[in-house]
């Protein structure tokens, strides 16, 4: 597609409901990265995927936060029983390098607004 | 935890004026990026800019890179309404961000 993917738009979870939250790159990129971006804050950096190798994950706040991206393409980001904290702004970004040139920066999606009520 | 600062906070100007933002890191980069995000929206790139490099330019955004000092600086010239939005810097594969600076260009 021309741009990345994010899905759904809006999500409402009850706290202890588990979400996922899916992101489709731009065809043919080769780096992922996942954030969490909490309300008048920049991004925070979850995971990082390169293909469909996670490469760093160091960012996952817990072991409830769970990533994969099982064919290096799609990937989903799936928080298991979701707590009030996790509320905020997840926003999925794709590169077609493996590190940022002058040429490519990251493409990011218009994220995820989940909200645990 | 976050990589940079970027400072002031907030910014409102008039349409037609400068807007200058500043950005400080801590670790050691190969390179420095900047990223504008509209209200509800994801990140848009504007700009890369080397390690080596102390200056670029693109379009009406002119960047500033001091290693020494590990900061940047973003200059938007001649400031449009369609310039309000937050601005990020990042640097690092992770690309780690600061908290931005809220940009309001007043017509």
């Known amino acids: 597609g021309a741009g990345v993917s994010q899905s759904p738009r809006y999500k409402v979870a009850k706290r202890g409901q588990d979400v996922a939250l899916r992101c489709d790159p731009i065809s043919g990129h080769v780096s992922l990265f996942w954030y969490q971006q909490a309300l008048g804050q920049g991004p925070e950096f979850l995971t990082y995927f390169q293909n469909e190798a996670q490469l760093d994950k160091s960012g996952l706040p817990s072991d409830r936060f769970f990533a994969e991206r099982p064919e290096g393409s799609v990937s989903t980001l799936k928080i298991q029983r979701t707590q009030k904290e996790d509320s905020a702004v997840y926003l999925c970004?794709?590169?077609?390098?493996?590190?940022?040139?002058?040429?490519?920066?990251?493409?990011f999606g218009s994220g995820t607004r989940l909200t645990v009520v | 935890s976050q990589q940079g600062e970027e400072d002031p906070q907030a910014l409102s100007i008039q349409e037609g004026e400068n807007a200058t933002m500043n950005c400080s890191y801590k670790?050691?980069?190969?390179?420095l990026q900047w990223y504008r995000q509209n209200s509800g929206r994801g990140l848009v790139h504007l700009i890369l800019?080397?390690?080596?490099?102390r200056e670029k330019h693109s379009g009406r955004l002119r960047v500033t890179l001091d290693t020494s000092k590990k900061s940047s600086s973003l200059l938007i010239t001649a400031s449009r309404a369609a310039d309000t939005a937050s601005y990020f810097c990042?640097?690092?594969?992770?690309?780690?961000f600061g908290e931005g600076t809220q940009l309001t260009v007043n017509p």
């Open positions: 990042g640097s690092g594969s992770r690309l780690t």
């Open positions: 800019i080397r390690s080596n490099e």
């Open positions: 670790t050691s980069i190969n390179n």
């Open positions: 970004a794709s590169s077609l390098v493996l590190l940022p040139t002058v040429n490519y920066g990251y493409t």
